[in-house]
């Protein structure tokens, strides 16, 4: 839900500190740097911390914040509104300030997450068309303040995550499927005909070059978040449907193929049918799906979709990269922790924190 | 390769470490969860949506007699009416969880806010056009949830001093129909909670797993995330959004229910349900309580009892004061605890039940 502006523009960058807990790997590694976004004392930030928990920057945000991506080169980070939300901040990483705001149009609202052209020029946005229902990728000019150029149809409800292909020329989209309106809140609208899907884009043309769905009797998982890896993609689902019903999670993209990985009854029962995000480790092999609702971060092989272990921290949600291969940094309630699938160690506790949706590894 | 990488930071595989569960996790056993669910369902949902059901059927029957034969202290009937139908409606309103949340959600009862004046627009249309479709409970639920709920009903009530029920048949006729509609969706409400099967057995028997529920403290979550989801409504969309950031951007169109002048009662009402679910035999405090040296009842009270004495202070209506310099104050303070009892419940209480108070997970994104 929006959050006040009132209070951000009367808060002052304060609750910034942390409690270091342990130095792991983490810190050996003094440049590394995640962010993410959280709720401190009933006001949303967007915050930058290293290994040992030391916040560098802490950025009061008009609203929930969701996604975050960085520029390529890194010099400035884009805080994205939660849905339905409609601001995007652009935070300049060297001196911590905002520099821009970007607002939808009022016929639109942003999903949370975006993507850059690998020169950096053009910032693509996944967004929905209230007046149509139907999913958009906005695509802005980042070296004219980020100008709408155009837009194009995502192929389905609900885009949300978007992702650069490493032919740098086609968008990956997570169609959610699920229809909302910013009138009626966040009320799911089409819960019974729901049609997720990974659909394929020519950024260049806006043309849709393929679009994959689960099979029928799956179309109430949404697919909303994925991570792109050496092996393909990678995808968090969750579930609509009842919750007497046990559903796998994870889903692989192949380069030809969107397979939904077979999940052991108990592991997917700890999941309690929703995942909120994934991510690769350094090497690419490994991708760990965090479980806010099971309070888990559950591992997996990238590649055969083996499953690898699991590791407990409440409210788990934001994870991505660490270090070294095999490691994520993740967060959950106050918490940041190092983890791998063997083995979860907090690295520091941030005071009055709930630590939101995503983090995203910066540097 | 995999399998290296794994050896090396995995031993062993499949493992499970627990951290940062919360401290009292063990504190309260299912049954607590239970009686607490089943306190709030029994002692506030039910009673809450019993009494919407029957002030929206009184309603109903007092607009149909009311339109066959206007007359001007009949017409003062109706507006008592309507008022105790927004009441029952604005008690009931705090219950975030359940039925009330199935496609298009609770705006078939209360379309408000509407930011984009759409609903509004519709009406105008309505009214100038006097579209006789509109005139039947059954064709008017085929349309748009603006145009049958309780802020069109208001609308058709108070917005034109000029032209009333009394001197509009039309007007009439459509409030009845509007009225009649609420009825059944008051009424159907009711039963998804109460018939076999229904929303209640979802939450009493959470313990095993239900449709709605995996168990019974995701269940006791969703209780608390309606306090919390009420007190940031009520901050952000009743108080805040119509304020603006200075006097000068406020704008009394964007008060709840300034036709009828009960913009501040319906806040009130909202936060006594919302309070309620703390106070109520069995309600969030008995937990509380078992908590040795856990003082958060009694701080969650004085912030209820400071606002809601805060609430009954304010001499003008909402629509008046959001625009007036020297209410600012009031209202700007009334923010401020409004603020920190939701910071106080979401991050502390939940801690102190043991409950996560579903920051990532409540709707999904």
Known sequence: MKQTRRIFLQTSSAAIFSTTLVRPSLASNPGARWMGCRLVQGQHYASLFDGTGKVHINIPLPGRGHGIVATPGGR??????????????????????????????????????????NDGHLLYTTQNDTGTGQGVIAVRDATDAFAL?????????????????????????????????????????????????????????????ADHHLAADKHQLSIRHMSVGPSGIALALQYEGPKTDTMPLLALFNGQTLQLIETPASEARAMRNYAGSIAHDPSGEIVALACPRGNLISFWDATSGAALGRQTI?????????????????????????????????????????????????? | MIQNLVQKVAAPLLAVAMWATPATADTFAP?????????????????????????????????????????????????????DTMDAWAQARPILLGPVLNAPGPARFQFWPDKRGTGQRQLRLILTTKNTRVLTAQTLAAKSVALGDLQALEYVLFDDPQTTLLNDPFRCAYANAIADLQRSRAALLLQDWTK????????????????????????ASAFLNSVIGTLEIVRLQKLDRPMGLTVESARRSRVESRRSGRSFRNITLNLETAHAFFTVPGGINSLLEKLPGNDNAQRVEKLFTDIATDLENFDTPLSTSVEDESSRPQLEALLTKLRTLQSLIQEHVAADLALVPGFNATDGD
């Open chain 2, 31 to 83: 049954e607590d969860y239970i009686g607490l669910v089943e306190a709030l369902t029994d002692k506030i949902v039910i009673p809450a949506y019993e009494r919407f059901a029957i002030e929206t059927s009184v309603f109903s029957e007092t607009l149909k007699s009311f339109c066959g034969q206007p007359t001007t202290v009949a017409a003062e009937t109706v507006t008592r009416r309507f008022h």
């Open chain 2, 196 to 219: 076999p099967a229904g929303f209640r057995d979802q939450v009493i028997g959470s313990a095993n797993g239900t449709e709605a529920f995996f168990d019974e403290r995701e269940a």
């Open chain 1, 149 to 209: 150029i155009t837009t194009f149809p995502s192929g389905g409800i609900g885009p949300h995550e978007i992702a650069l292909m490493p032919d740098g020329l086609t968008l990956a989209v997570a169609n959610g499927g699920i229809r909302t309106l910013p009138e009626l809140g966040r009320t799911k609208l089409n819960l019974d005909t729901m049609s997720p899907s990974l659909t394929f884009i020519n950024r260049e043309t806006g043309k849709l070059l």
């Open chain 1, 76 to 117: 400035h980070a884009l805080v994205m509104a939660r849905r339905p939300g409609t601001f995007i901040l652009v935070i300049d990483l060297d001196t911590g300030s905002v520099v821009h705001e970007i607002t939808t149009s009022i016929d639109h609202h942003f999903y949370g997450h975006g993507c850059f052209s």
């Open chain 1, 314 to 363: 409440v409210d788990a949600c934001g994870v991505a990269p660490g270090n070294q291969p095999g490691e994520f940094v993740v967060t959950g309630g106050q918490l940041a922790a190092q983890s791998s699938p063997s083995s979860l160690t907090p690295t520091a506790s941030f005071a009055d924190t709930q630590w939101d949706n995503h983090l995203q590894r910066i540097a």
